[in-house]
Every structure is written in C-alpha cells, then in structure tokens.
T-cell receptor
Framework: ETGVTQTPRHLVMGMTNKKSLKCEQHLGHNAMYWYKQSAKKPLELMFV???????ENNSVPSRFSPECPNSSHLFLHLHTLQPEDSALYLC?????????????FGPGTRLTVT | TQLLEQSPQFLSIQEGENLTVYCNSS?????LQWYRQEPGEGPVLLVT?????EVKKLKRLTFQFGDARKDSSLHITAAQPGDTGLYLCAGEEGNTPLVFGKGTRLSVIA
C-alpha cells in the first residue's frame, strides 16, 4: 500500500467508448503523474501536474485527456482509443516536481482496447 | 534523447544464487534510481544513488553508481523467491522528467 489508489484496476473498452481512469493520493503530495507501461517498452511519462497545473504533456495524442481538479485527484479521460493504447496505466505522486522528489506509484489500471 | 539500457532483459535463477543486473547509458545523470515492480503492482523505489562511484546496500542488495554517472549495477546475494519481480532503473538530470529503462525481469526459483 503506497498511499496511491487507482480505479478501476482492469478495464476493457471498445474503440468507440468513452471511459475515465481515476487516481487518488493520500500522501499530501503536490505533484501527480500519468505513465504508460507497455510490454517491451520503457515506462513512458504522459502528463505531470504540479499544484493542479499541467507542467508536462509528453506529446500525448488528444484521445487522452487529463484532469486534475485538486492536488489529491487525477483523472485520465479516454475516448476513441486504438488497440495499441492497450497497456498498464500508472499514476504516481510526489511531494514536489523536480530533482530529489521520490515518486510513489499506484497499482495501475490494466487497459485493453478491443 | 536520453536512453537507459538494462541487461539482461530476463533472468531466471535458483534460490541461493548471486546475480548482477546492469543499467547503462551514454548520457550523464545527476542521480539514478532503482525500482522493483511485482505483478499487479506499481514500481516501488528501492534506492537512489547520486554520487559517482557511490555504493549503497539494502540487506542483500548492493547498488553501485558508475564513476562517470552513466551506469549503475544491482547485485543480489543469495537470491530468494521474494526477490522475484521487474527491476527498473530510472535516471534524473536537472529538472527533466525521469527516464526509465525497459527493466530486467527476475525469476528466483525455490
């Protein structure tokens, strides 16, 4: 238990569906992250929020839309995904953004796009 | 683009054996982190090394940062089934985001 929870843990969706992934951190951190973990690829950073403001968008397609209503919650809204978007989506949080801040990861949402 | 290469990709060993996994780059990093990820879970930070040549020990795990801060190794002594998992290294330089390697998947057989 790292203090970062993600729901749902598993999601199967069709290419025309709209769904959302939720992340909540109970650590009082100010920065939150979305990562994509695919087989045979390094962990890829998607988005970073610091004090609810987006500070990184790593050239992510617009079919992925993040939302950070407050420092404890982070959402990833999904629409018209492609099969190659199937992956483990990990959320992480840290006290601050930048060198020296440890990131705490949630357990991930395993997404399958059919 | 900074890249981290981890080797070997897969490793299967018997309980009690020793092993070393590597993390290499052509880039210099200000710090390097090692994580372990178990099935169904997110990565958990094991250690951060920041000084060239630094050695850190965590029970049976020994981490070393290369003198030039471009590479690192993780040595496990007398591996146990509980060591099974995906070992990830990640490098940090300045305020750029963490760069991760693909990982080494370790299986320790009882």
């Amino acid at each position: 238990e790292t203090g970062v929870t993600q729901t749902p843990r598993h999601l199967v969706m069709g290419m025309t569906n709209k769904k959302s992934l939720k992340c909540e951190q109970h650590l009082g951190h100010n920065a939150m992250y979305w990562y994509k973990q695919s087989a045979k690829k390094p962990l890829e950073l998607m988005f970073v929020y610091n004090f609810k403001e987006q500070t990184e968008n790593n050239s992510v397609p617009s079919r992925f839309s993040p939302e950070c209503p407050n420092s404890s919650h982070l959402f990833l809204h999904l629409h018209t995904l492609q099969p190659e978007d199937s992956a483990l989506y990990l959320c992480a949080s840290s006290q601050g953004q930048g060198t020296g801040y440890e990131q705490y990861f949630g357990p991930g949402t395993r997404l399958t796009v059919t | 683009t900074q890249l981290l290469e981890q080797s070997p990709q897969f490793l299967s060993i018997q309980e009690g054996e020793n092993l070393t996994v590597y993390c290499n780059s052509s880039s210099v990093f200000s710090s390097l982190q090692w994580y372990r990820q178990e099935p169904g879970e997110g990565p958990v930070l094991l250690v951060t090394v920041v000084t060239g040549g630094e050695v850190k020990k965590l029970k049976r795990l020994t981490f070393q940062f290369g003198d030039a801060r471009k590479d690192s190794s993780l040595h496990i002594t007398a591996a146990q089934p509980g060591d099974t998992g995906l070992y990830l290294c990640a490098g940090e330089e300045g305020n750029t985001p963490l760069v991760f390697g693909k990982g080494t998947r370790l299986s320790v057989i009882a």
